[in-house]
């Protein structure tokens, strides 16, 4: 799975929106975007996902970049309880990828959230 | 619908005794996979399994650790002799066919 960079740590203020990059120049043309979040204590949970488009959910939006080489999770407004490790992960859905389904975690960005 | 279940949600184990840690998957799913989370690290995945078939346990170590998920019942995950490095979270998801995961409460293993 080709690898993502995202950076280790962002903060901010509470009701303002938040955008979390990711870099992943190596990305294939099968490559899905996803991205999860682990609050404290808890399992991880899906946040959304994409391929080409943006995408909007009641969660947040996924903006990906024209080239696919970077895409941005946008949290219109944040809130305390969005305080969480976010990750970016790849997945090549393309049949003989070498792929078996798994995810591959990276360190992802801690958020903090500030009242 | 319930989501994914896990249990024991703690469990203490001595050096040298055996930890089984089930997962219960959402219902309608049949895949599974397991992962480790060691104190101040990510998440390592260790192996994926679909109805009574292992896919992929290419993360699993290879001693000491097996994986089950059985035509009926949890999955299991099972840890023999184990050791103080083997305290960890230990999350599960599961899956319908490579969709979204489901993620559980995780199980926080003691090993003292």
């Known amino acids: 799975d080709a690898k993502t960079t995202q950076p280790n740590s962002m903060e901010s203020n509470e009701e303002e929106p938040v955008h979390l990059p990711c870099n992943h120049s190596?990305?294939?043309?099968?490559?899905?975007i996803h991205w999860y979040r682990q609050l404290p204590s808890q399992g991880p949970e899906y946040v959304i996902h994409?391929?080409?488009s943006n995408v909007n959910n009641r969660m947040a939006s996924l903006a990906i970049a024209e080239d696919r080489k970077s895409s941005t999770l946008i949290l219109h407004r944040a809130t305390l309880r969005d305080a969480a490790v976010y990750y970016c992960i790849l997945r090549d859905v393309a049949k003989g990828s070498g792929n078996t389904g798994k995810l591959i975690f990276g360190q992802g960005t801690t958020l903090q959230v500030k009242p | 619908n319930a989501g994914v279940m896990q249990n024991p949600r703690h469990l203490v184990r001595r050096r040298g005794q055996e930890a089984r840690l089930r997962c219960s998957p959402m219902?309608?799913?049949?895949?599974v996979y397991w992962y480790r989370q060691l104190p101040e690290e990510g998440l390592k995945f260790m192996v994926y399994?679909?109805?009574?078939?292992?896919?992929?346990e290419s993360g699993m170590p290879k001693e000491r650790f097996s994986a089950e998920f059985p035509k009926e019942g949890p999955s299991i995950l099972r840890i023999q002799q184990v050791v103080r490095g083997d305290s960890a979270a230990y999350f599960c998801a599961s899956s319908r066919l490579q969709g979204r995961r489901h993620f559980g409460p995780g199980t926080r293993l003691t090993v003292t």
């Open positions: 994409g391929l080409t």
């Open positions: 190596t990305i294939s043309g099968t490559d899905y």
């Open positions: 219902k309608g799913h049949s895949h």
């Open positions: 399994l679909q109805k009574e078939n292992i896919i992929d």
